[in-house]
Each structure stands twice: as structure tokens, then as C-alpha cells.
């Protein structure tokens, strides 16, 4: 199947500091979704990205499908955004089941 | 809108006993998937089901883990007899057919003792 790396497993950031996070995979995927669960374990999808690049607020993310990697950018960081970030992409052709990846976590601290 | 609804949210249970979770989708979303998550681990897909039908259980492990999901609405996942490794965090999640627009519940969190 389909390996995918996510880095760093760890990073801890000052509040107000700006972050990259990155998921590489080993083939082409559909459909890269990335996903932020808070501390008590709730998973909220945050980006549809599959390719190109996506801006929500103080998130963006970019994906170049063709080099086999996505990034998530995280602007002045608020304590609120700690918690662990997952990539996520389907198993198969469309968009069902995910398959995700083992995540960053992430510690902003005042 | 309520969103994926779980229960119970925490659940402490001795080995080799029996444990049910419930798990209530959002409204007119088909799909239904349960999710297992390991400590320090990505979500793994255990079952997913279109409407009423399982159309991946691949990764159940079937000897001792059971879901139905009836009238296509509602599913309930089972582990019976609980095992030590069983001890996860489970995820119940929804989405319309096609995928997109997938929302988790806050997941129940099992601990076996």
C-alpha cells in the first residue's frame, strides 16, 4: 500500500510563532485531506486539498500532487492550535475509507 | 446540527469481558465507518458501511468484534471477549456517499484492564 511520512512527530512553538508541517507519500493519491484533533481527541477536518493551495484563516495548505507532498502552514500561532495533525488520503479510488498518517503533535505554549 | 454522536465517551471494562459502543451519524450521510486509534497512531479503518450494507470489514478481526448497522442509521460496534491490545480509542465517522464531508465523533475511549 500507499506509505505515508509525516514530519517532524513532534514541534513546539512559542505563541505567535509560524509552523510548516509535511506528509510526504510513496504514490499518487486522491484527494489529500489534512485534519487537526484537539486535546480531547475530537478530529476536525480542516482541508480538502488535493492539489494547489487552500488558505482558512491563519491555516493554508499546499499540495503538489506531482512531487508527492503536501504541506500545512500554521501563521501566528495560538495555544488553541495544539493538538496532533493528521494527513489523510483514500485507500482506494474516490474517497473512502482514509488512510491517515501518524501525525504531528503539536504543543503551543504561552 | 448535532454531528456524529458516540457512547459512552469513556469505558473501563476487565479482560475477556463484553463492550458495545454506539454510534449515531449525522442525518442523510450513507456512509458509516469505525475507526480504531492506537496511542500515538493514526486513525485505522475497521469497518465501513454503505446504508445498511458492510462493504469493507477487511480489518475487523472477526473472531471477536461484531457491528451492525440497522435500518442504515445507527451502528453499534462489539468486542467480545475484550482483549488487553483492545484497549484504543474508537471513532465513529460519517460522510455522504462519495466521501466528502467526513465528520468524526468524539470518539469512545476503552480501556481494558
Known amino acids: 500500500g500507499i506509505q505515508v511520512e509525516q514530519s517532524p512527530p513532534d514541534l513546539i512553538l512559542q505563541e505567535g510563532a509560524n509552523s510548516t508541517l509535511r506528509c510526504n507519500f510513496s504514490?499518487?493519491?486522491?484527494?489529500l485531506q489534512w485534519f487537526h484533533q484537539n486535546p480531547w481527541g475530537q478530529l476536525i477536518n480542516l482541508f480538502y486539498i488535493p492539489s494547489g493551495t487552500k488558505q482558512n484563516g491563519r491555516l493554508s495548505a499546499t499540495t503538489v500532487a506531482t512531487e508527492r507532498y503536501s504541506l500545512l502552514y500554521i501563521s501566528s500561532s495560538q495555544t488553541t492550535d495544539s493538538g496532533v495533525y493528521f494527513c489523510a488520503f483514500p485507500h482506494n479510488s474516490g474517497n473512502t475509507p482514509l488512510v491517515f498518517g501518524k501525525g504531528t503533535r503539536l504543543s503551543v505554549i504561552a | 446540527e448535532a454531528g456524529v454522536v458516540q457512547s459512552p465517551r469513556y469505558k473501563i471494562i476487565e479482560k475477556k469481558q463484553p463492550v458495545a459502543f454506539w454510534c449515531n451519524p449525522i442525518s442523510g450521510h450513507n456512509t458509516l465507518y469505525w475507526y480504531r486509534q492506537n496511542l500515538g497512531q493514526g486513525p485505522e479503518l475497521l469497518i465501513r458501511y454503505e446504508n445498511e450494507e458492510a462493504v469493507d470489514d477487511s480489518q475487523l478481526p472477526k473472531d471477536r468484534f461484531s457491528a451492525e448497522r440497522l435500518k442504515g442509521v445507527d451502528s453499534t460496534l462489539k468486542i467480545q471477549p475484550a482483549e488487553l491490545g483492545d484497549s484504543a480509542v474508537y471513532l465513529c465517522?460519517?460522510?455522504?456517499?462519495?466521501?466528502?464531508?467526513?465528520?468524526f465523533g468524539s470518539g469512545t475511549r476503552l480501556t481494558v484492564v
Open positions: 504514490d499518487s493519491v486522491n484527494n
Open positions: 465517522a460519517s460522510s455522504p456517499t462519495g466521501g466528502l464531508g467526513y465528520t
